[in-house]
């Protein structure tokens, strides 16, 4: 093989990968629908604060966020109504009056740049609206301007949801308030006019800001809550107020096109390290806007638009989930409701999951970063709930002393609520495991993840039961959101098996803890370990269900007829690394079963996030057709908005998030030890290319394809050890590449 292979060697690969020469680009005809913000709005944010700009010629609508903005506290009933929920911090309405119909009307969000667009001519002139979140100031910046002189006037509305005050000082607008639960808020707008005047208005209806003859209008918002990661402060900090003023004045001593600019070079650090080509869209394709185009595309292949789809979750996780600030909830960042569906909170049983799965694939390794730091942030309350819930109490009959468990939902302030996730504990840690199986970084590793590691293996230590035959298994567990409760559940099992599997790797990773390491690797090998049943399926119980009806919309349990949304059992395909078609085959045949049996019938219970997870498990197998199938599922209308947010329905973003690593690892998967290329390329992607993709073991990798057929790969040695194995089809290759280096191999590669 290798006498086969020229190697060139590159001295130095770009920071910034070329984009794609696919739209990235998501445009519209129409404003959104004031009573469709999460379906049809569009989503700009950074990391912390986030808007939806609709739209509107007449009424812009500008709905903003602030991820810390939540209420409940730590609830120790557990009871999910009690638990809180995020809110919104309200809307900003910029008046502009029109006085016929606008014509050449469009809506846009350009990826690439981070940047929405509104665009329309009326009153004889042509106006044009900018907007995004910059990251380095730390504000929503808008601007609004039209091809004549003097053709800006009306006025700005700042809409608090929580019946805040608006006090008005000079072209400033200011709204601050206390939720129930003690956190104070606070947001600022800021108007800078080019020409005409700015005057400040008071009556019985608002305090708003008039505009009039001006060529152009900039808009600065500014926002912060009291929201600290600290338990022993109660998660509460100092008053916003001088923090937001200060952002907000220093962002001022700026023009438009220096915080664009700013903001720009930002964001491109992270978004441009990937660029993905899957083939070229055809004219007509191309040619639709698209709430339209995504309906054809469920139709027909549209290699572009699934490009996008899978560059959408990289700007949507960089928009929602930056070091330092909170991670993306179950919509992400974007909110329009103060009792949001689910109370947008942060559900352990996929959800939270879902939403960083394509962060170290993706390579946006520090997006994940968030996550870790909210499951510090909670440990006190989490461990107190657990060691005072009756349901944790060990054989010998006394409350747990040892480690947390998490219900299924969480909020940001150590609340706990609706029924207990026992294993989710163990699947946290997978993601705590992950950042480090990526990047390498041993001081992460032993400060960060170990800690929390071995706590969580201290707990199961505890919590394990021991059946006759010596085996182990999680008693009273249960297969999300499926079925009864009962002891040896095949999710649960998986995931405490990968959480011991994970420990023993990080312990020898440090070289720390000989002696309970080789106790946590002989407690993996005595759990009970999933089983193929009388249809050749994986069970998803230790004891085969045949055909129990528990409950309605799943009247037969583990049958070729059970179509749930869920396919919890499968964990050990993905995300885990327990079941795999190359060292467990029979396993593999048997997860296989199980999937094909599910479904897509349009009336099963299969939601969007659902297709996300069946993409990649198909992907695990395999298996490229039904993978791609299940990604062109993503366009369907009952599964996307028309902006692209997932619709379960409601709209819940894990989807967007699900179906971006289920594309990378379509077309590259490195879970077994070597850096597999390829592995599930679909028929529909006959040509095409992907660079910039993180490995496990420290390396970016990019690979092209034509007729099918791999012709090139790049391996750059990011943090690894400078021996890659790669793999393509049978065929594998050992490559020496030392640090910060990067090799290209091409010639004949099938």
């Given at each position: 093989m290798k006498n086969k292979i020229a190697i060139l060697v590159l001295t130095a690969l770009a920071c910034a990968a070329n984009l794609?020469?696919?739209?990235?680009?998501?445009?519209?005809?129409?404003?959104?629908?004031?009573?469709?913000?999460?379906?049809e709005a569009l989503p700009i944010g950074n990391g912390r604060l986030g808007a939806l700009i609709f739209g509107s010629p007449e009424r812009e609508r500008t709905s903003v966020n602030e991820s810390s903005l939540w209420t409940g506290g730590e609830n120790p009933s557990g009871n999910?109504?009690?638990?809180?929920?995020?809110?919104?911090?309200?809307?900003?309405?910029?008046?502009?009056?029109?006085?016929?119909?606008?014509?050449?009307?469009?809506?846009?969000?350009?990826?690439?740049?981070?940047?929405?667009?509104v665009s329309y001519t009326a009153n004889g002139a042509k106006f044009q609206r900018e907007f995004f979140c910059s990251h380095p100031a730390e504000i929503l910046a808008a601007q609004f301007t039209a091809d004549k002189k003097s053709a800006c006037t009306g006025s700005i509305e700042l809409v608090d949801s929580h019946g805040a005050k608006i006090i008005a000082e000079g072209n400033r607008l200011t709204a601050s308030g206390t939720l129930g639960n003690g956190m104070k808020f606070e947001w600022q707008l800021l108007v800078l006019n080019e020409g005409g005047s700015v005057s400040t208005v008071s009556d019985t209806n608002s305090t708003r800001l008039e505009f009039k003859n001006c060529d152009g209008l900039t808009l600065l918002v500014a926002a912060g809550t009291d929201y600290v990661f600290d338990h022993a402060k109660n998660y509460h900090g100092e008053d916003p107020h001088a923090r937001v003023t200060a952002q907000l004045d220093?962002?001022?001593?700026?023009?438009?096109?220096?915080?664009?600019?700013?903001?720009?070079?930002?964001?491109?650090?992270?978004?441009?390290?990937?660029?993905?080509?899957?083939?070229?869209?055809?004219a007509a394709q191309t040619a639709l806007p698209t709430d339209k185009r995504k309906l054809e595309a469920f139709k027909t292949v549209d290699p572009g638009l699934e490009a996008l789809l899978f560059q959408y979750g990289r700007y949507l996780l960089i928009s929602c989930s930056r070091p330092g600030g909170l991670p993306a909830n179950l919509q992400?960042?974007?909110?329009?409701?103060?009792?949001?569906?689910?109370?947008?909170?942060?559900?352990?049983?996929?959800?939270?999951?879902?939403?960083?799965?394509?962060?170290?694939?993706?390579?946006?390794?520090?997006?994940?970063?968030?996550?870790?730091?909210?499951?510090?942030?909670?440990?006190?309350?989490?461990?107190?709930?657990?060691a005072a819930a009756k349901e944790f109490k060990t054989a010998d009959g006394?409350?747990?002393?040892?480690?947390?468990?998490?219900?299924?939902?969480?909020?940001?302030?150590?609340?706990?609520?609706?029924?207990?996730?026992?294993?989710?504990?163990?699947?946290?840690?997978?993601?705590?495991?992950?950042h480090y199986a990526f990047g390498l970084d041993k001081n992460?590793?032993?400060?960060?993840?170990?800690?929390?590691?071995?706590?969580?293996?201290?707990?199961?230590?505890?919590?394990?039961?021991?059946?006759?035959?010596?085996?182990?298994?999680?008693?009273?567990a249960w297969s999300p959101e499926h079925g009864p409760d009962e002891d040896g559940v095949t999710y649960s099992q998986e995931i405490v098996w990968d959480l011991f599997n994970n420990y023993v790797a990080a312990a020898d990773a440090l070289d720390t803890d000989k002696d309970y390491r080789d106790k946590i690797a002989a407690m993996r090998d005595r759990l009970v370990t999933p089983q193929v049943g009388s249809w050749g399926q994986l069970m998803e119980?230790?004891?085969?269900?045949k055909g129990t009806n528990v409950i309605a919309k799943s009247p037969e349990l583990d049958t070729p007829n059970d179509h749930h949304r869920h396919t919890s059992h499968l964990f050990a395909v993905y995300p885990g690394t327990q079941i795999s078609a190359g060292k467990t085959p029979e396993l593999a045949a048997a997860a296989k079963v199980t999937l094909d049996a599910r479904g897509i019938d349009p009336g099963s219970d299969v939601r969007e996030w659902s297709f996300a997870w069946r993409t990649v498990l198909y992907a695990r197998l395999r298996d490229a057709e039904d993978a791609h199938k299940m990604l062109?599922?993503?366009?369907?209308?009952?599964?996307?908005?028309?902006?692209?947010?997932?619709?379960?329905?409601?709209?819940?973003?894990?989807?967007?998030?699900?179906?971006?690593?289920?594309?990378?690892?379509?077309?590259?998967?490195?879970?077994?030890?070597?850096?597999?290329?390829?592995?599930?390329?679909?028929?529909?992607?006959?040509?095409?290319?992907?660079?910039?993709?993180?490995a496990r073991g420290g390396y970016e990798v990019g690979v092209e394809w034509k007729a099918g057929k791999l012709v090139s790969v790049t391996v750059k040695n990011v943090s690894g050890d400078g021996h890659a194995k790669l793999r393509y089809g049978s065929k594998v290759v050992e490559l020496d590449v030392k640090k910060g280096e990067a090799k290209n191999l091409n010639g004949e590669l099938q």
């Open positions: 794609s020469a696919a739209d990235l680009t998501l445009w519209y005809q129409q404003p959104a629908a004031n009573n469709k913000p999460m379906n999910y109504d009690s638990m809180g929920a995020y809110q919104v911090l309200g809307n900003v309405f910029v008046n502009l009056p029109v006085d016929s119909n606008a014509s050449d009307y469009r809506r846009d969000l350009d990826l690439a740049d981070a940047l929405a667009h220093a962002a001022a001593k700026k023009n438009f096109a220096e915080l664009k600019a700013e903001h720009i070079a930002d964001f491109q650090t992270m978004f441009n390290r990937v660029s993905a080509d899957f083939g070229n869209s055809t992400g960042l974007w909110n329009d409701n103060n009792s949001p569906p689910w109370h947008s909170d942060y559900h352990a049983n996929i959800n939270i999951q879902m939403n960083y799965w394509p962060a170290e694939v993706a390579n946006l390794g520090e997006c994940h970063t968030p996550f870790f730091d909210l499951i510090a942030s909670q440990l006190p309350a989490w461990r107190k709930a657990t006394n409350f747990s002393k040892r480690g947390f468990a998490i219900r299924t939902s969480h909020n940001i302030t150590g609340g706990l609520g609706w029924k207990w996730d026992k294993t989710a504990n163990a699947w946290y840690c997978q993601h705590l495991w992950e992460y590793l032993r400060t960060t993840a170990y800690p929390i590691m071995k706590e969580t293996c201290e707990f199961w230590e505890d919590h394990l039961k021991t059946l006759p035959d010596g085996k182990f298994v999680v008693p009273n119980w230790m004891i085969e269900k062109q599922q993503l366009f369907s209308a009952r599964n996307t908005c028309p902006n692209l947010f997932g619709l379960h329905p409601p709209m819940q973003i894990d989807g967007n998030f699900g179906i971006t690593a289920g594309i990378a690892e379509m077309l590259m998967q490195s879970q077994a030890g070597e850096i597999e290329l390829l592995p599930a390329l679909p028929n529909a992607w006959p040509d095409g290319k992907i660079s910039g993709l993180r």
